[in-house]
Every structure is written in C-alpha cells, then in structure tokens.
C-alpha cells in the first residue's frame, strides 16, 4: 500500500498498525531536533534504567497474570523497539499520554527496528546506562542543540538505508547516545525516525502530546497505543544494518 501524505489525515486504513509508505516518494516535512541533557556516574545511570525498566517488566508480568478485558485499553504492549507500559493515558480534557519503553537489545534479537513515522508530534527521553548506546536515525539530518553540560560532540555519520527497493538509494543520518546519558529528542508529526539500542540497558520516556487528537483526525474506530505509526519498510532488517555505531569507514 503507498500514497503520498496529505496535510491532514495521513493514513490511508485508520486501523492499520502495520501501513507501508513507500519510501521513494517519502520527504521528511521537517527535522528532528535532539538535545544532550546530562552524562551521570555509571551507578547512577544504571539505577535510574533498572528503576524505569523494572517498572515496564512489573506491567507486562502483570498483563501476563491477569490480561486486559477485550475492548479495554491494553497498557502493556510490545513495539518493534522494545516493551511499553502506558504509565500516563489521556483523559477529557487532557489529550497527552507517556510511555515507558524498555529497550530491546539489538543484537539480542539480530532485528533492527524500522525507520517509521508518526501522525502527531513526539517527544523522548532517551535513557542509557552501562555497556549501552541508542543509535537514532532519520530520512533527514537530525539537529543536535547546543548543552550547557554535555562535554564532548554526539558521534554522527550517514549511511545508506537498508532494505530500500532495488535502485533505490536513500541516505539515512545517525547519532549515537553514549552509554550512561539522557539525550532529549523532539520529533515533528510526520518525519521519519528510527531508534536501535546496542546493548542491554536503555529505556525511552515518550511522552505524545496530541495523541487522542491525531486519534480523532485520523478517523480510528478506537483509542489504541501504536496505531498511528506508519512503517518506511515492509520487513525488518538484521542488527548488522544498525549495531554499527562509528559509520562506514
């Protein structure tokens, strides 16, 4: 399925969680911007991703011994990227909700997760800590902002995009979140991203301000996480396409 995005619904199937834009016609509308917040001890790091993540696998232990009932929102869910929990749904009134995601390893599962977009804005909070990095990339240069704190560049470098059609070359721009750090990434409704953890200790803080009004002015039967993605690939790729933090030589 593939169709160009219009300036107000972007999916084609409101209901679809697994629509396909076809990636030769797609163009990011804008950039995202990250921000290095803070590098913390290695102790530190570590305690607040097990405090976070412990919080995740608690929810999905919980979801295993005494599931959601048909038609309630299921707030323990899995993403290509890792495990969620929905710590905060929208209520009247209160149109955002936050995630905590906690990350799979890459080479754990030999799967990269898929550069995708979404039909309202993001915002994330990426946590590392021990022997752990997040590679993040998009269709599109991604801006990282000046930190007061932080003491030295993010690693970046462009690569092709894996499992494009054949002739098709994209260019895909990636940055590197070190290992024991909070990196900040504000993410435009529509423009493409793609996260990957190297390593086992990372969890995301998403936090999705307008997710009950895109759910609304995408036309869905229902409040549902996830629904409002929409993949740039139709399969996943190997960890070998993503586990490369340095860039190709």
């Known amino acids: 399925m593939t169709y160009d995005l219009a300036p107000g619904r972007m999916k084609r199937t409101p209901d679809h969680e697994d629509e396909i834009l076809d990636i030769r016609r797609h163009q990011d509308p804008s950039r995202n911007r990250l921000t290095p917040v803070v590098q913390l001890p290695p102790v530190a790091a570590q305690a607040v991703v ?14 295993r011994l005494s599931p959601t009932p048909q038609g309630e929102l299921k707030e323990a869910q899995e993403f290509e990227e890792g495990d969620v929990f929905m710590v905060e749904p929208p209520f009247e009134g209160f149109f955002a909700d936050r995630y905590l995601m906690d990350f799979y390893d890459t080479g754990e599962r030999d799967i990269c997760s898929r550069m995708h977009l979404h039909t309202g804005l993001r915002f994330v909070r990426m946590m590392t800590g021990a022997n752990t990095t997040i590679r993040v990339s998009s269709l599109s240069p991604i801006t990282v902002r000046p930190s007061p704190s932080w003491t ?67 036309g869905m039967s229902g409040y549902r996480m996830m629904a409002q993605t929409i993949f740039l690939a ?3 790729s190997p960890a070998s396409t993503c586990a490369d933090t340095t860039g190709p030589a």
């Open 50 to 63: 097990d405090a976070l993540t412990g919080l995740v696998r608690a929810a999905h232990d919980r979801e």
């Open 234 to 236: 139709k399969d996943k």
């Open 152 to 218: 030295s560049p993010l690693d970046s470098f462009v690569d092709p995009l894996p499992g494009t059609p054949d002739g098709v070359h994209r260019d895909r721009y990636n940055v590197i979140v070190p290992p024991d750090s909070w990196v900040d990434m504000q993410i435009p409704r529509g423009v493409s991203h793609q996260f990957n953890a190297v390593g086992p200790n990372a969890v995301i803080d998403s936090v999705h301000p307008e997710e009950s009004i895109e759910t609304l002015r995408e």
